[in-house]
C-alpha cells in the first residue's frame, strides 16, 4: 500500500492510494507513531480489500509527508563505498550514526531552504525507513525486518562547511529548517519484497548527479536496524535514513552546491519522486 497525506502544512490528511491510482479517506486521524503501533496499516488494508473506503478529490491538493513528526530522525552516514572515497574517508568497520532534528521533515516537493551564511548547501539521495513496532536489542536480522513499517524517499540536504569545517558534529550541518523532503508515500514493507534491490537517482537542474543502488550499502537495511537498536530504543514511527550512493556536490570538484532557483529532483524504484525548488532562508 501507498499511505500519503495531502492537503495544506499543518492541515494534512491521511489517505491511501489504491491499485487505480485513486486516494482514500483512510478514516485515522493522522499517520503516525500511534497508527503504526496500533494496527493501522492492517486496518487500511483490510478497509481497501473491502472497498469501504470514500474516494477524496485531491487535485491539486499539496503532498505532505507521509507520517507526521517522527520522534526522531536517525541517520547512518559513509554507507555507500562510492561515497565514502568520493568523500576522502575511510570504510566504516561499524555503522556512522548521527540525529537529524524532527522538524526538518517536509513534503517532497516542497521548498528547500539554502540558510543563511551557507555557501556549502549540498544533496543526498537515500532510503528512508520508518519503524512500525519497538525496536531494543535486536538479536536476528529476521527480527529487525518484521519491525519495519515501510519505506519512502529522503533527501538528506547537508551543509557540508557547517557540518564538517564549524567544529561539533555533523548534526549542525543537517538540522537546517527544511532538509528533509520526505515521500511523496510510504510504501508499506509488504509492497518493497528487497530493500536492498532498489535503483536510487537525482537530478539537479535536468543534469543527473547521481545513480546508484541500495544493493550497494556497506550496511543493509536489517542490520542497521538491529545495530541502532542496542545503542537506542527505536519507536513506531521514527525515521532512520540509510545513506548515500556517490555524486554529491562535496565530492565532485568543481561542481556548484545548490543555490536559490536550482531545482533536485529525485527517485527510487517503486517508492515514487520528489522535486523541490530551491530558495532562500
Known amino acids: 500500500m501507498k ?71 536517525v541517520c547512518i552516514g559513509l554507507n555507500y563505498s562510492d561515497h565514502a572515497a568520493e568523500s576522502g574517508a575511510a570504510v566504516p568497520s561499524e555503522p556512522v550514526v548521527f540525529m537529524k532534528a524532527p522538524n526538518t521533515m517536509i513534503g517532497p516537493d516542497d521548498q528547500v531552504l539554502v540558510p543563511r551564511g551557507s555557501v556549502k548547501t549540498d544533496w543526498e539521495i537515500e532510503l528512508a525507513v520508518v519503524i512500525g513496532e519497538t525496536c531494543r536489542y535486536l538479536e536476528s536480522r529476521q527480527e529487525a525486518l518484521s519491525r519495519i513499517a515501510g519505506y519512502a524517499i529522503c533527501n538528506d540536504v547537508s551543509e557540508r562547511e557547517f557540518q564538517l569545517e564549524r567544529g561539533g558534529q555533523w548534526d549542525k550541518g543537517k538540522s537546517c529548517e527544511t532538509f528533509n523532503p520526505f515521500g511523496p508515500w510510504l510504501v508499506t514493507a509488504d509492497d518493497v519484497p528487497d530493500p536492498q534491490d532498489l535503483g536510487m537517482r537525482l537530478w539537479v537542474n535536468g543534469e543527473q548527479r547521481q545513480n546508484g543502488a541500495t544493493k550497494n550499502m556497506i550496511f543493509d537495511v536489517a542490520e542497521i536496524v538491529r545495530y541502532l537498536s542496542r545503542f537506542m530504543v ?26 536559490a532557483g536550482d531545482v533536485v529532483e529525485l527517485e527510487i524504484d517503486g517508492l515514487g519522486r520528489q522535486r523541490q525548488t530551491v530558495g532562500q532562508a
Open 3 to 73: 499511505l500519503l497525506r495531502v492537503g495544506p502544512v499543518g492541515q494534512e490528511r491521511p489517505v491511501v492510494m489504491d491499485d487505480a491510482g485513486d486516494l482514500r479517506d483512510i478514516g485515522e486521524p493522522e499517520i503516525d507513531g500511534a497508527f503504526l503501533a496500533s494496527g493501522g496499516v492492517a486496518r487500511v488494508r483490510d478497509a481497501l480489500e473491502r472497498d469501504a473506503l470514500p474516494v477524496v478529490d485531491a487535485g491539486g491538493l499539496r503532498i505532505g509527508a507521509p507520517i507526521a513528526r517522527p520522534g526522531k530522525i
Open 234 to 259: 527505536l519507536e513506531p514511527g521514527d525515521v532512520i535514513n540509510t545513506g548515500t550512493p556517490a555524486g554529491v556536490a562535496m565530492g565532485t570538484p568543481g561542481q556548484p552546491y545548490l543555490r
